[in-house]
């Protein structure tokens, strides 16, 4: 987004599943942001960006500048925020790909050998590419988080308005052979991975298959999975039984009208249940909220904080509304007008943490300002000595150190950070 390496940095699956898919004559080099400082110039005939919302700016600004050091460069965008505004990205592009990459990408590459390379790829993101093993050679050297990544599904059945999944992969979800991937995750050298699924309890029978294959790999992992599992005790049991030791559950509002008017399905009374019961699974909460909605007051923080304190949950995100493109709640606040700019990810006045429209029951400084407290608060020393002292935190101590430890350094290092980085690289 800034420019800036982090010490939470992932790796990114999207490039090593490109990498298996191009042909070996093929020379490829990977560069992550997150991790290394970039080159000054790009000495090749293409250089591909994912780009997501938060980072079209830097984006932006690497390609003018990486043109300019080589006008021959090819420059291509794909991703979330280039399938959202194709026509924008077109003004810093060569090339957009619109939906996932791998469909179209032998084509691509085959146009771009013979010089007929189109402004314009679409694809359908109706099928996900069989493949046995992703590529993560491209990751070498590189420092990332010792946690490994895998994903099984992409997309996700409920119809949340802020989201950007939803507005990619609409109703569909697109998935991958079960061995295939459990074949990746044996073959890892991590001992803890995450499962990049947007919802992992999507297909109950699969997920079931899935996880009873697991237990034999005895491996720890994290997922992101709907509140609703709470319900299921069996698959509770098996994802206890197969290591799980996190999940991040979108509780999004303590507000019942707000869900309502986010599109959740969830109810704001099975709460309290749901976390005791998962939590009596050993296994811990990585939970967001959002504030901003219509229904958000002022009282809404401080109702929030008393509920991550009383479950002393491991990690919570606290995040002012974000109104990305292409998403439903997008399109209503632009015809309310309610945007503080149209193109906020461009402008020259957004840093990291701000919002991004004009809340109904407090100013745009007030709800950055709430969400900052919270995030200070909740990451302080003390609030993370007193949610360290619970059964669930205490049996996963170090990921819970270790993962608090980083959110309080980077929660603090980001605040307020200009988006697109430095004019220069």
């Known amino acids: 987004m800034t420019g800036k390496q982090s010490s939470d940095a992932l790796k990114p699956l999207a490039f090593a599943i490109l990498h298996s898919l191009t042909p070996s004559d093929v020379t490829t080099i990977f560069y992550d942001e997150c991790v290394e400082k970039l080159p000054d110039v790009i000495d090749g005939d293409a250089v591909v960006f994912s780009v997501e919302t938060l980072a079209a700016k830097r984006v932006y600004t690497l390609a003018r500048q990486y043109k300019q050091e080589n006008p021959n460069l090819k420059i291509i ?63 070498a050297g590189k420092k990332y988080a010792k946690i490994g990544v ?46 990049a699924d947007d919802n992992l309890f999507h297909d109950r029978n699969k997920l079931k298959v899935f996880l009873t294959k697991l237990v034999p790999l005895k491996k720890k992992w994290g997922c992101q999975i709907s509140v609703n599992v709470a319900k299921d005790f069996e698959i509770l049991d098996l994802m206890k039984k197969s290591g799980c030791i996190m999940a991040i559950v979108g509780f999004e509002s303590l507000n019942e009208s707000t869900l309502t008017e986010i599109g959740k399905q969830q109810r704001v009374a099975e709460y309290d249940n749901a976390v005791r019961v998962i939590h009596s699974y050993g296994i811990m909460f990585y939970a967001t909220f959002i504030f901003g909605y219509s229904n958000d007051t002022f009282d809404s923080f401080g109702h929030v904080y008393d509920f991550v304190m009383k479950h002393k949950l491991a990690i919570v995100n606290f995040n002012p509304l974000m ?13 309310q007008d309610k945007l503080i700019d149209p193109q906020w990810w461009l ?68 605040q307020k950070l200009k988006h697109g980085g430095d004019d220069h690289l």
């Not at 809340?359 to 919270?374: I, S, V």
Request: glycine share 4%.
């Open 77 to 139: 965008m794909g991703g979330f925020h280039p399938t959202a505004v194709p026509d924008e990205a077109l003004l810093y592009a060569d090339t957009v790909v619109t939906g996932d990459a791998e469909p179209v990408w032998g084509n691509l590459i085959t146009d771009l050998r013979s010089g007929a390379l189109k402004p314009l790829y679409t694809s359908t993101n109706d099928l996900m590419l069989s493949f046995n093993k992703t590529n993560h050679s491209i990751f």
């Open 323 to 335: 109104v990305m493109p292409g998403t439903s709640l997008y399109d209503e606040l632009n015809k």
């Open 347 to 414: 402008s020259e006045n957004y840093s990291y943490g701000d919002a991004t429209h004009y809340p109904d029951n407090m100013t745009p400084e007030q709800l950055a300002e709430g969400c900052k407290k919270l995030r200070y608060k909740f990451y302080s020393l003390r609030s993370i000595l007193w949610r360290m002292f619970k059964p669930v935190n205490i049996r996963h101590l170090f990921v819970f150190a270790l993962i608090n430890a980083i959110s309080y350094i980077e929660i603090r290092r980001k």
């Open 150 to 195: 895998v994903q099984w599904k992409r997309g996700c059945l409920f119809n949340c308005d802020f989201c950007s999944i939803r507005a990619f992969y609409k109703s569909c979800v697109i998935e991958r052979e079960i061995d295939d991937v459990l074949r990746e995750i044996a073959d890892m050298k991590e001992k803890i991975f995450f499962i």
